[in-house]
């Protein structure tokens, strides 16, 4: 269940994580996709990670997420390193990169956004990645008070919560990629859960 902003009952609010900001994961999106049918249960998610380190610890808790999501939803990293950089001038006839950027976005229920913070606000690669697929292609998310704010422009729903930061997250995967703690674990399977029922309200908003 999304829970409004600052009326969380106590019990939810005792199950979150305190953090340590050294990462800043999970945000997400709906994307307005009225031609969908709402009868479908599983909802396809675009994840987009805002860190192009190659040991990035946004990157382990995506594909983490990946292997946590619930039935109902269907995670896929979609990479946004190679996508160019946003020139309006090419709105009418944008490069491969950013029109298969943007298709796949387009053919997401919903995007959930996996970002570190950068001085304060989002990194300029994922900025860029949302100038890129914004124009008529995002119809609804949510992050990070930074990102809402470009985003919140673009008429796009957010979740409000929960919001999800980990901290402490040189200690937080094994070898494998796997989440170690047994907590946190727990933390990101509610927060999926949250998502997936937060993505059925809003498509049937859309229907209604
Ligand atoms: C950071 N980091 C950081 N952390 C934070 O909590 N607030 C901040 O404003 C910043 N700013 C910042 C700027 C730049 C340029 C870098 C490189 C780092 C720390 C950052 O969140 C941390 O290194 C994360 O581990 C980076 O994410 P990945 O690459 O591990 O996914």
């Given at each position: 269940?999304?829970?409004?902003?600052?009326?969380?009952?106590?019990?939810?609010?005792?199950?979150?994580?305190?953090?340590?900001?050294?990462?800043?994961?999970?945000?997400?999106?709906?994307?307005?996709?009225?031609?969908?049918?709402?009868?479908?249960?599983?909802?396809?998610?675009?994840?987009?990670?805002?860190?192009?380190?190659?040991?990035?610890?946004?990157?382990?808790?995506?594909?983490?997420?990946?292997?946590?999501?619930?039935?109902?939803?269907?995670?896929e990293?979609?990479?946004?390193?190679?996508?160019?950089?946003?020139?309006?001038?090419?709105?009418?006839?944008?490069?491969?990169?950013?029109?298969?950027?943007?298709?796949?976005?387009?053919?997401?229920?919903?995007?959930?956004?996996?970002?570190?913070?950068?001085?304060?606000?989002?990194?300029?690669?994922?900025?860029?990645?949302i100038?890129?697929?914004?124009?008529?292609?995002?119809?609804?998310?949510?992050?990070?008070?930074?990102l809402?704010?470009?985003?919140?422009?673009?008429?796009?729903?957010?979740?409000?919560?929960?919001?999800?930061?980990?901290?402490?997250?040189?200690?937080?995967?094994?070898?494998?990629?796997?989440?170690?703690?047994?907590?946190?674990?727990?933390f990101?399977?509610?927060?999926?859960?949250?998502?997936?029922q937060?993505?059925?309200?809003?498509?049937?908003?859309q229907?209604?």
């Amino acid at each position: 269940m999304a829970i409004a902003k600052g009326s969380a009952p106590r019990a939810e609010r005792r199950s979150r994580i305190t953090y340590n900001p050294a990462v800043r994961a999970a945000e997400c999106a709906v994307i307005r996709s009225r031609e969908r049918s709402i009868m479908s249960t599983t909802r396809k998610v675009a994840v987009i990670v805002g860190s192009l380190r190659k040991e990035s610890f946004n990157r382990k808790m995506a594909k983490a997420m990946i292997g946590l999501a619930p039935p109902s939803l269907k995670l896929e990293i979609v990479e946004i390193g190679q996508v160019p950089h946003y020139n309006q001038d090419f709105d009418a006839d944008p490069p491969q990169e950013a029109k298969g950027f943007k298709g796949r976005i387009q053919q997401a229920d919903a995007v959930l956004f996996v970002t570190p913070e950068y001085n304060r606000s989002v990194p300029g690669v994922l900025k860029n990645a949302i100038d890129v697929a914004s124009p008529g292609a995002i119809g609804a998310f949510g992050a990070n008070h930074h990102l809402r704010q470009s985003l919140v422009f673009l008429n796009v729903p957010a979740m409000p919560q929960p919001e999800a930061y980990l901290g402490g997250a040189a200690k937080m995967f094994s070898d494998t990629g796997a989440i170690i703690s047994d907590d946190t674990r727990e933390f990101v399977n509610k927060f999926l859960q949250a998502f997936s029922q937060w993505i059925e309200k809003n498509i049937a908003s859309q229907h209604a």
